[in-house]
């Protein structure tokens, strides 16, 4: 096959895909509408939402049924990020329009709110106090689908014409069994399991249906949006609380480990790396926020506890959930949190930040180095982690791939961080809010809001974006892209002058 060729099959083979995500996104954006039986009162909304869908499906499907079974070998992983990265931003892009149309928000706040949403971020500059349930809804539509992501909802229904690259692409490649399709339905499988458990709980401990609803999809997804102005702080329930933790905790399970919990293999769980790293990580903060953050401003006991317990959890999950402000708090308990978003979930969850996995990796790798250096010159060790119920040897290429990843997020925490700061934020709240964005947290110290300078907005949308598709995955596909334009323009060019000739 001439390579001119090949490469045209291969754009039409994306494009067929990004067709699909097309018509995924044209009916999420129709989902809002079944709650209008239940508020008859927002039935002026629909069209909205309807004039939104009906021409993002209609054109996914011309590009389905146009460029479809072009080719039937899987896409290579930097292939499937180039339909990630389109996925991704046509995403952000429709589902910003009910934000126009309803909230009559500018495009770069219905953006941000937009590229929050799908990210699993939380961070928001709507009134939820103002805003029509419909986009309450939608909102939380589109973080519970960005928690799954596109690739899992995908693979899920086609079958596996590219679904090993796109999990690559997107961040994920554990898979439950050894079918990708398979393993992607599982997925969706216990996520319902999730969302069941979520809203019959929610709806016991106190909650309206609606609320109970909207919690769960976001709560399962880390995504921390609420239907409340004060979060779960509005409740003031423990046994609201309670739910919310059970459900961070279940959101930040890698999928793999959550496999494995439902199938009550509790040692296979427990000997998983992640696992020990979050208890202790979650055990050494709450001491921490307890002793010198919330028994200092809380004069309640029990209220000092609860707040040291959630606060914690919610960070390190990436969930950004609150029960409290943190304006009054010390520097003490915000550099902690700080660091717990910074950190993130479990690989392969719904979770943000570095990762558990990579951070464990890091401290064995660190480990494993001291007692090569104590060991006899010509010891021969291969160091191995637990993961599922096998065990995984590491090599020193897995190591340097982590440790580059490490540093570039610190490099563009850094960045961003100094980026908010020179708008004449204080330091300690541009770290706090850019941690919160890069590490697709929702947790804020008030920075962001509907007023926030436009340096500030755009940085936290492009951090959103790095934390939620990982760096690799957009400099490969953007170097994917910028290559086959050249290899495209130089072929044309060649055909011009063959043509003069």
Same mark, same amino acid.
């Given at each position: 096959?001439?390579?001119?060729?090949?490469?045209?099959?291969?754009? /039409?083979?994306?494009?067929? &895909?990004?067709?699909?995500?097309?018509?995924?996104?044209?009916?999420?954006?129709?989902?809002?509408?079944?709650?209008?039986?239940?508020?008859?009162?927002?039935?002026?909304?629909?069209?909205?939402?309807?004039?939104?869908?009906?021409?993002? %499906?209609?054109?996914?499907?011309?590009?389905?049924?146009?460029?479809?079974?072009?080719?039937?070998?899987?896409?290579?992983?930097?292939?499937? !990020?180039?339909? #990630?990265?389109?996925?991704w931003i046509g995403a952000f892009l429709f589902?910003? =329009?009910?934000?126009?149309?309803?909230?009559?928000?500018?495009?770069?706040?219905?953006?941000?709110?937009s590229v929050s949403a799908w990210t699993t971020?939380?961070?928001?500059?709507?009134?939820?106090?103002?805003?029509?349930?419909?986009?309450? @809804?939608?909102?939380?539509?589109?973080?519970?689908?960005?928690?799954?992501?596109?690739? %899992?909802?995908?693979?899920?229904?086609? +079958?596996?014409?590219?679904?090993?690259?796109?999990?690559?692409?997107?961040?994920?490649?554990?898979?439950?069994?050894?079918?990708?399709?398979?393993?992607? &339905?599982?997925?969706?499988?216990?996520?319902?399991?999730?969302?069941?458990?979520?809203?019959?709980?929610?709806?016991?401990?106190?909650?309206?249906?609606?609320?109970?609803?909207?919690?769960?999809?976001?709560?399962?997804?880390?995504?921390?949006?609420?239907? &409340?102005?004060?979060?779960?702080?509005?409740?003031?329930?423990?046994?609201?609380?309670? #739910?919310?933790?059970?459900?961070?905790?279940?959101?930040?399970?890698?999928?793999?480990?959550?496999?494995?919990?439902?199938?009550?293999?509790?040692?296979?769980?427990?000997?998983?790396?992640?696992?020990?790293?979050?208890?202790?990580?979650?055990?050494?903060?709450?001491?921490?926020?307890?002793? @010198?953050?919330?028994?200092?401003?809380?004069?309640?006991?029990?209220?000092?506890?609860?707040?040291?317990?959630?606060?914690?959890?919610?960070?390190?999950?990436?969930? !950004?959930?609150?029960?409290?402000?943190?304006?009054?708090?010390?520097?003490?308990?915000?550099?902690?949190?700080?660091?717990?978003?910074?950190?993130?979930?479990?690989?392969?969850?719904?979770?943000?930040?570095?990762?558990?996995?990579?951070?464990?990796?890091?401290?064995?790798?660190?480990i494993w180095e001291i007692k090569r250096w104590?060991?006899?010159?010509?010891?021969?060790?291969?160091?191995?982690?637990?993961?599922?119920?096998?065990?995984?040897?590491?090599?020193?290429?897995? %190591?340097?791939?982590?440790?580059?990843?490490?540093?570039?997020?610190?490099?563009?925490?850094?960045?961003?961080?100094?980026?908010?700061?020179?708008?004449?934020?204080?330091?300690?709240?541009? @770290?706090?809010?850019?941690?919160?964005?890069?590490?697709?947290?929702?947790?804020?110290?008030? #920075?962001?809001?509907? +007023?926030?300078?436009?340096?500030?907005?755009?940085?936290?949308?492009?951090?959103?974006?790095?934390?939620?598709?990982?760096?690799? %995955?957009?400099?490969?596909?953007?170097?994917?892209?910028?290559?086959?334009?050249? /290899? =495209?323009?130089?072929?044309?060019?060649?055909?011009?002058?063959?043509?003069?000739?």
């Amino acid at each position: 096959m001439r390579f001119d060729q090949f490469l045209i099959d291969k754009y /039409r083979t994306i494009a067929s &895909q990004i067709g699909f995500v097309l018509i995924l996104i044209g009916g999420l954006i129709l989902i809002p509408l079944l709650i209008l039986p239940f508020f008859p009162d927002q039935i002026e909304y629909y069209p909205v939402f309807v004039m939104t869908a009906i021409p993002l %499906i209609i054109v996914g499907a011309i590009f389905v049924l146009r460029f479809r079974n072009i080719r039937s070998q899987p896409l290579m992983t930097h292939e499937a !990020g180039v339909i #990630v990265l389109f996925a991704w931003i046509g995403a952000f892009l429709f589902s910003a =329009i009910p934000f126009i149309k309803v909230l009559h928000l500018s495009f770069p706040l219905a953006l941000f709110e937009s590229v929050s949403a799908w990210t699993t971020t939380g961070l928001s500059v709507v009134d939820v106090s103002k805003a029509p349930n419909i986009i309450l @809804f939608w909102r939380s539509i589109m973080q519970l689908a960005g928690g799954a992501g596109f690739a %899992i909802m995908m693979v899920a229904a086609l +079958t596996g014409l590219s679904g090993s690259g796109l999990s690559k692409a997107e961040g994920r490649s554990d898979q439950l069994v050894p079918q990708i399709r398979r393993s992607a &339905q599982i997925v969706l499988i216990i996520y319902s399991i999730y969302l069941g458990f979520g809203i019959i709980a929610y709806s016991f401990a106190g909650m309206t249906f609606f609320d109970a609803i909207n919690h769960t999809f976001c709560a399962i997804s880390t995504g921390g949006f609420s239907t &409340q102005t004060d979060s779960i702080g509005y409740w003031n329930s423990l046994k609201i609380e309670l #739910v919310t933790i059970i459900l961070m905790i279940l959101g930040n399970l890698n999928f793999v480990s959550a496999y494995l919990l439902l199938k009550l293999r509790f040692r296979s769980f427990f000997r998983n790396g992640e696992v020990h790293l979050f208890i202790v990580l979650t055990y050494i903060a709450i001491i921490i926020l307890f002793i @010198f953050t919330s028994s200092v401003i809380y004069s309640d006991l029990s209220k000092s506890i609860r707040v040291a317990i959630f606060e914690a959890i919610s960070a390190l999950t990436t969930t !950004g959930y609150s029960t409290v402000s943190y304006h009054n708090w010390n520097d003490g308990g915000i550099m902690l949190l700080i660091i717990l978003m910074l950190i993130g979930g479990g690989a392969c969850s719904t979770a943000g930040g570095i990762k558990q996995y990579r951070i464990y990796l890091l401290l064995k790798s660190l480990i494993w180095e001291i007692k090569r250096w104590l060991s006899p010159p010509n010891a021969i060790t291969q160091p191995y982690i637990w993961e599922s119920e096998k065990k995984n040897y590491i090599h020193n290429q897995q %190591i340097g791939t982590i440790a580059l990843f490490f540093f570039l997020y610190i490099i563009t925490y850094f960045i961003g961080s100094f980026t908010i700061a020179l708008t004449g934020v204080p330091l300690r709240s541009a @770290f706090f809010e850019f941690a919160s964005a890069l590490g697709t947290v929702g947790l804020s110290v008030g #920075v962001t809001s509907a +007023t926030m300078v436009p340096a500030i907005l755009w940085a936290e949308i492009v951090g959103m974006f790095l934390g939620r598709l990982e760096f690799f %995955i957009i400099f490969v596909s953007l170097i994917a892209i910028f290559k086959d334009t050249v /290899r =495209i323009i130089q072929m044309n060019i060649f055909r011009l002058k063959r043509k003069r000739i």
